[in-house]
């Protein structure tokens, strides 16, 4: 397993969508098992594949608490089939926009269709965390941010921020 670099606010690939999975194998795994890996060191509760540099529509979750057993789970293609009315407010963060975090409303509960690592399918249905975390994931899949789901002015102070801070690392 390898701990991959994560890509960071501003870089342009956080915004680009990511293709869809055609086949999964050991390649496929083998990046499952790579970006879980990197999530666990950062450590993260959510990575989507973008964000380590591969435009493919993959996502890891553990939302085990900490010193509980690991419960990794990967969602390949992950399509949301059905969104509660109801909404739940969380505070979120992100590993491509570190040490920034704001209170996010989305739909509190989601059904989820996917793939697992053996290619077969699944419906997740997920409430609380779970949920949002998903939501989170597959936004990053399609180039959205959750700091898209904040005020505008909160928004540009990020980017502006984050932006300075990687013109003064070159
Ligand atoms: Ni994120």
Redesign the pocket.
């Known amino acids: 397993m390898t701990i991959k670099p994560l890509i960071i606010l501003p870089d342009p690939l956080l915004r680009q969508v990511s293709q869809p999975i055609e086949r999964v194998d050991a390649d496929i795994r083998k990046l499952a098992e790579d970006m879980l890996e990197t999530m666990y060191e950062a450590p993260g509760i ?1 990575l989507a594949a973008i ?1 380590v540099g591969v435009a493919r529509r993959m996502l890891v979750i553990d939302i085990s608490k900490e010193g509980d057993e690991r419960e990794p789970l990967v969602f390949i293609n992950p399509e949301i089939v059905r969104s509660s009315d109801e909404y739940s407010v969380y505070e979120e963060g ?3 926009i570190p040490d920034y975090y704001a209170e996010v409303e989305r739909p509190a509960s989601i059904t989820v269709k996917s793939l697992d690592r053996e290619g077969r399918e699944h419906l997740t249905e997920a409430d609380g965390l779970l949920a949002t975390c998903l939501q ?2 597959i936004d ?1 899949l399609n180039g959205v941010l ?1 700091i898209d789901h904040i005020s505008r002015l909160k928004r540009e102070m990020v980017i502006k921020k984050f932006t300075k801070a990687s013109k003064s690392k070159l």
Do not use: K, R, T
Request: hydrophobic share 20%; charged share 10%.
């Open positions: 959510g964000q992100c590993l491509s989170h994931e990053h959750f």
